[in-house]
Nanobody, 128 residues
Framework: EVQLVESGGGLVQAGGSLRLSCAAS????????IGWFRQAPGKEREGVSC????????YYAESVAGRFTISSDNAKNTVYLQMNSLKPEDTAVYYC?????????????????????WGQGTQVTVSS
């Protein structure tokens, strides 16, 4: 079955860095996208970044552009999110998700609707 497992979350001070990992398994599609989303208590889910397997194109929310970098290691079926210059407002549970019909989606790349499978999440806490 499809499985997505996030890791790498933790406690950091403002200005620090973390690298999140999303290990994917259980599918063989060559046309998909892996996205990172986050949700803080009392707030709606927010799309953070995603990467397309077909052309490697990346997308970022304005709130993280210039600070976060998404990348993939296809041999390991793993997607990473390097987070630098972290701010307290980055505190949230971070989830990765896969969209198996990315080329056909009618919504923006960072909209969670349409992503097919989700991981369990990893907590990121940034202290001031």
């Amino acid at each position: 079955e499809v499985q997505l497992v996030e890791s790498g979350g933790g406690l950091v001070q403002a200005g620090g860095s973390l690298r999140l990992s999303c290990a994917a398994s259980g599918f063989t599609s060559d046309d998909y996208a892996i996205g990172w989303f986050r949700q803080a208590p009392g707030k709606e889910r927010e799309g953070v970044s995603c990467i397309s397997s077909s052309d490697g194109r990346t997308y970022y929310a304005e709130s993280v552009a210039g600070r976060f970098t998404i990348s993939s290691d296809n041999a390991k079926n793993t997607v990473y999110l390097q987070m630098n210059s972290l701010k307290p407002e980055d505190t949230a549970v971070y989830y990765c998700a896969v969209d198996f019909a990315f080329a056909f989606r009618r919504l923006g790349p960072l909209v969670g609707d349409g992503y097919d499978y989700w991981g369990q999440g990893t907590q990121v806490t940034v202290s001031s």
